[in-house]
């Protein structure tokens, strides 16, 4: 059973100024999804779901039609603040998503085989999805074995403000013992890399070698009910605060602690960047002008050619 990509391009991209899941990036037009969905394709995924808002949805469509080859599926689904079990009520006064969990939720009525989830705005490099598309290949639709892609800390930063990262634990086998999310990272000269607190004083510090999770999940089926059931109880808990978000890393935590269910941290060398803040994007421009340049992508690269 070949693979679905999930692509979360609903986020609201305040600290971007702008809608920066389509924010051309490449030598002709290309925005850095596409090559996340270039390398997808020839990974072995035959299917592409896209997670977006009702806002965005007019700017996402026209950007994306025509492009793919027809020999892959492609749908559109809508991440709603008002989505939630149980009966629950948006808090009064609440704007701000609920976060990756909620946004991969969105989802749970259209996947029918594994699936990777990944974010619209971050290039993942192709042996990481080459990676995830083999290990989700030899699950079944009801299997609780999932899997993350581990990247190194120092190779993921801004050099233009804070990150949030999740920093990544796991046994000798490779399975996930945890992933605690700092949401306030970034480099302090050579001292080391810094989680900073909200008075901007050190918290913590990392070396760099850290993995941490860059929103590159692979899942089945069966985890939709399960984070499902997790963000019911993540909304009695917190559900009050309006900055609360239920991340994905936050449902697996759980899910894992409990032997619900675990996960493979497959570790990854491969190269990593987004765009954070509107100043990262002439690094995003020159960085896959350079992959272009060394014969990795095409120059256009749609239509596809195999």
Sequence with gaps: MKPTLVVLAAGMGSRYGGVKQIDPVGMNGEAIIDYSIYDAIRAGFNRVIFVIRREIEEDVKAFFAGKFPPELQVDYVYQDLSDLPGGAQVPPGRSKPWGTGHAMLAARDSVDAPFAVINGDDFYGRPALVAMAEYLSQ????????????????????????????????????????????????????????????????A???????????????????????????????????GGEP??????PYGMN???????????????????????????????????????EAGDYPRALWPYRA
């Design 243 to 248: 900055k609360s978000e239920f991340y994905i």
């Design 204 to 238: 913590e510090w990392f070396q760099g070698q850290e993995p941490v999770s860059m929103n590159l999940f692979g899942f089945t089926p069966a985890a939709m009910d399960q984070f499902w059931q997790e963000f019911g109880g993540f909304l009695e808990d917190r």
């Design 139 to 202: 699950r079944s639709p009801d299997d609780r074995d999932y899997a993350m892609v581990g990247y190194r800390l120092d190779r993921t930063l801004s050099e233009n403000g804070t990150v949030s990262r999740g920093i990544v634990t796991h046994d000798d086998q490779g399975w996930l013992t945890s992933i605690v999310e700092h949401t306030r990272l970034v480099r302090q000269g050579d001292q080391g890399i810094a989680s900073l607190d909200d008075q901007d004083q050190v």
């Design 254 to 292: 759980r899910l894992n602690r409990a032997g619900k269910a675990r996960m493979k941290v497959l570790r990854s060398d491969s190269e990593w960047f987004g765009v954070t803040y509107q100043e990262d994007r002439p690094q995003v421009v020159a960085r896959i002008g350079a992959l272009i």
